[in-house]
């Protein structure tokens, strides 16, 4: 069964505004990331969030992590048609060592 | 680019049918996995591999297997195949076993 469960399952939003997705999961956690995927090929790392940090930011990317109630959320600022895509949160389950879990993914659809 | 390369890009086998995948990854990068993602879903964990040694699996069955060379060249083998197992095969390498870096996939059809 999946750890993750990522809401909503599909987004759709227009150019310049922002996307917010979630992730809840069930079990203590090394980390936590997000990844992207196009079009059902490679997924693309886009951040890492440690299970001691609260905040990441990369570029139009924010995320945040509560480990109290075991959320995350993956903020996209000023949405861009070329963010469309499918966006899946991963946990590093603790204790076992690299092995990603993932959600069933959010499906996000920008329109110019 | 991640540097982590899969061949081949697509792949039809024939039920009962025996198939190897190929992964190649950054030199360095000490720990491969391997996940299976069927359409619509999220990718699923089949197995990792950390200098060469199995380190974790899945729910699959034995059927699903794996090697890792000394030269970050990785393999995942799938014997009498079934029509379940038609997925996007991936492929990721990590140096740490932390951030992990994908390949583009091999896309496993069983017809």
């Known amino acids: 069964s999946q750890q993750g469960e990522e809401d909503p399952q599909a987004l759709s939003i227009q150019e310049g505004e922002n996307a917010t997705m979630n992730c809840s999961y069930k079990?203590?956690?090394?980390?936590l990331q997000w990844y992207r995927q196009n079009s059902g090929r490679g997924l693309v790392h886009l951040i890492l969030?440690?299970?001691?940090?609260r905040e990441k930011h990369s570029g139009r990317l924010r995320v945040t992590l509560d480990t109290s109630k075991k959320s995350s959320s993956l903020l996209i600022t000023a949405s861009r048609a070329a963010d469309t895509a499918s966006y899946f949160c991963a946990t590093d389950i603790y204790n076992q060592g690299g092995k990603l879990i993932f959600g069933q993914g959010t499906e996000l659809s920008v329109k110019p | 680019e991640t540097g982590v390369t899969q061949s081949p890009t697509h792949l039809i086998k024939t039920r009962g049918q025996q198939v190897t995948l190929r992964c190649s990854s950054q030199?360095?990068?000490?720990?491969v996995s391997w996940y299976q993602q069927a359409l619509g879903q999220g990718p699923q964990f089949i197995f990792q591999?950390?200098?060469?040694?199995?380190?974790g699996r899945g729910n699959f069955p034995p059927r699903f297997s794996g090697l890792q060379f000394p030269n970050y060249s990785s393999e995942l083998n799938v014997n009498a195949l079934e029509l379940d197992d038609s997925a996007l095969y991936l492929c990721?390498?990590?140096?740490?076993?932390?951030?992990?870096?994908f390949g583009q996939g091999t896309r496993l059809t069983v017809v």
């Open positions: 591999y950390y200098r060469e040694e199995e380190n």
């Open positions: 079990t203590s956690i090394n980390n």
């Open positions: 990721a390498s990590s140096p740490d076993r932390t951030e992990a870096f």
């Open positions: 969030i440690r299970s001691n940090e």
């Open positions: 030199s360095g990068h000490n720990t």
